[in-house]
């Protein structure tokens, strides 16, 4: 059992450094194309994979948590809050996957 709590520990760990940080930073060049939301952060990038061209991230809509994400962009744009934006480290095909967005204060 402890073996295999190790391992996982560990497997988060090399996983969460393919990933990127954005942020603390304003949501700017917001977008929605086709199926897919896609943005950038102002601020500083950390981790950022080799696949992101443009700086930008995304997301599919279709599902309430990605529907919850555009709602929270769509405000936090509106009232010049920052946020914080984590990634996958997946990108499709120059820009990186959300894995989750927070308030970056």
Request: aromatic letters at 10%.
């Amino acid at each position: 059992m402890k073996k295999a709590f190790l391992f996982l520990t560990a497997m988060c760990f090399a996983t969460a450094s393919w990933a990127s940080t954005r942020g603390p930073g304003l949501i700017s060049d917001l977008q929605i194309e086709g199926d897919y939301v896609v943005f950038a952060v102002s601020g500083p990038a950390v981790d950022m994979p080799a696949c992101v061209v443009w700086q930008r991230m995304y997301f599919t809509l279709g599902t309430a948590s990605s529907q919850a994400k555009l709602a929270y962009l769509l405000s936090a744009q509106a009232r010049g809050k920052l946020v914080t934006v984590y990634g996958t480290g997946a990108c499709a095909p120059d820009h990186e996957e959300v894995r989750s967005v927070r308030d970056g204060e």
